[in-house]
């Protein structure tokens, strides 16, 4: 099928839709980042406590993401996804209105819950609109809206700060998740069309979306690979512009710029890993190959020193990138590919619990080592061996053929 069908069906109004969702709704998730250093000193707290507030979104993400699934069965996708958006700009206007670190903290739950369900919700409706063979691509363009969060905080609120005060900025912001969730009502009815309101919301889903994942050989070799790589990409990029800035003395417009090009290299690869998948390699294979790409660029990484050129610190930043910040849209994919029928938001959401997991246990870890563990040398060889033996096992498993 050539991609000029592939976009005469459902999918050319699914797939904008729910590229601009995760890309607005993360925006929710990446602003207290880009503010941390001025809200510390409102909040009363150092600025390295963005620690603590960016593993409350995640952990309260890790939940919420479980108990989706009866929430898109009941209320459809786009409904589901409206409430979740506007659970990120409350969180984000209650943290600025009220400026006190207890607050903050029920800011961040509230922005885990918005963060929780998109990942579910965006898997259901484009599980169901695309074509297999496209799968990989279009889950691919769809999780590029992460880094376009990203980015879209990095760029707007610094200047907003820079006329106002972080408040104000983060007010804002928020003002384009609110636009996105009222526009959406425009086409709920039309996408929500599976939606049944008979169906009863039950808590009991968190453990049905575990035992999905925990039942299934191929989900748990897939979500422990997952782990193993978003642990290995969160303590990249918690740590890179510290590792470059204190450990080896660099500028802070050094330091950043290579941050910049870790988060840049992601989107372009996400496109280019879902159009290979499924079509020329099988998505276990580049899995694997990825997990052996991200040890390579970990290791080159930690053999980072001042005098190299910006070249090849910049190809290096390129490769973790791509490799790193790379995966998620191939693993969403599998994962929906490998639930069972109708069980595709609540299989995420189990599988999501896994990669979130990783996500917050991922720099803790990472800087404990740093701290204690014989430096950042030994804290890079640690990333690199469990991405490594992630990447051959996935490779393994795919020649063995049991990813069914």
């Known amino acids: 099928m050539v991609m000029r069908n592939l976009f005469t069906r459902k999918i050319s109004v699914v797939l904008p839709t729910m590229l601009t969702i995760q890309s607005f709704g993360t925006i929710c998730s990446f602003a207290g980042a880009v503010v941390a250093v001025q809200a510390a000193a409102d909040l009363g707290v150092k600025s390295t406590s963005i620690g603590i507030y960016t ?4 952990v309260t993400g890790m939940l919420a993401g479980l108990i989706t699934g009866s929430f898109l069965a009941r209320y459809g996708v786009i409904r589901t996804c409206q409430v979740a958006l506007f659970l990120g ?3 984000l206007g209650i943290a600025s209105a009220l400026p006190f670190w207890p607050v903050a903290i029920v800011g961040a739950v509230l922005v885990g819950m918005g963060t929780g369900p998109l990942n579910p919700a965006g898997s259901r409706i484009l599980a169901r609109h695309t074509p297999p063979q496209w799968q990989p691509f279009v889950f691919s363009v769809k999780q590029t809206g992460t880094p376009l969060g990203g980015m879209l905080a990095g760029l707007l609120l610094p ?8 408040r104000v900025a983060v007010v804002a912001i928020s003002a384009i998740p609110l636009v996105t969730l009222i526009g959406l009502q425009l086409i709920r009815n039309d996408l929500d069309d599976d939606r049944d309101p008979t169906f ?3 808590f009991d889903g968190i453990l049905t979306s575990l035992r999905l994942i925990l039942t299934s050989k191929p989900l748990v070799t897939l979500a422990t690979a997952g782990y193993l790589y978003t642990f290995a990409q969160m303590s990249i990029l918690s740590f890179m512009v510290i590792y470059l800035q204190e450990a080896n003395g660099l500028s802070a417009e050094f330091a950043g710029g290579i941050f910049a090009i870790i988060h840049g290299s992601a989107i372009p690869a996400r496109i280019v890993w879902g159009a290979i998948a499924g079509r020329f390699l099988s998505s276990w294979v580049l899995l694997g190959l990825l997990g052996v790409m991200m040890s ?3 290791l080159a990484m930690s053999l980072f020193m001042p ?3 910006f070249w ?6 390129i490769m973790l990138g791509a490799s790193t910040n790379g995966v998620l849209g191939l693993l969403m994919s599998e994962f929906a590919r490998l639930a069972p029928e109708d069980k595709v938001g609540e299989t995420v959401g189990g599988a999501q619990f896994f990669l979130f997991f990783g996500i917050v246990s991922g720099p803790p870890i990472f ?3 740093v701290e204690f563990g014989g430096g950042y040398g030994n804290a890079f060889y640690l990333i690199a061996t469990t991405t490594l033996a992630a990447g051959c096992v996935l490779l393994l498993t795919a020649r063995r053929g049991r990813v069914d």
């Open 367 to 369: 800087g404990a080592m």
């Open 200 to 202: 009863r919301i039950s």
């Open 307 to 309: 005098t190299w050129p």
């Open 296 to 298: 390579g660029s970990i």
């Open 159 to 166: 200047p907003l700060m820079v006329l106002y005060d972080w």
């Open 89 to 91: 700009v409350l969180g």
């Open 55 to 58: 593993a409350v979104i995640y």
């Open 312 to 317: 090849l610190t910049a190809l290096i930043a």
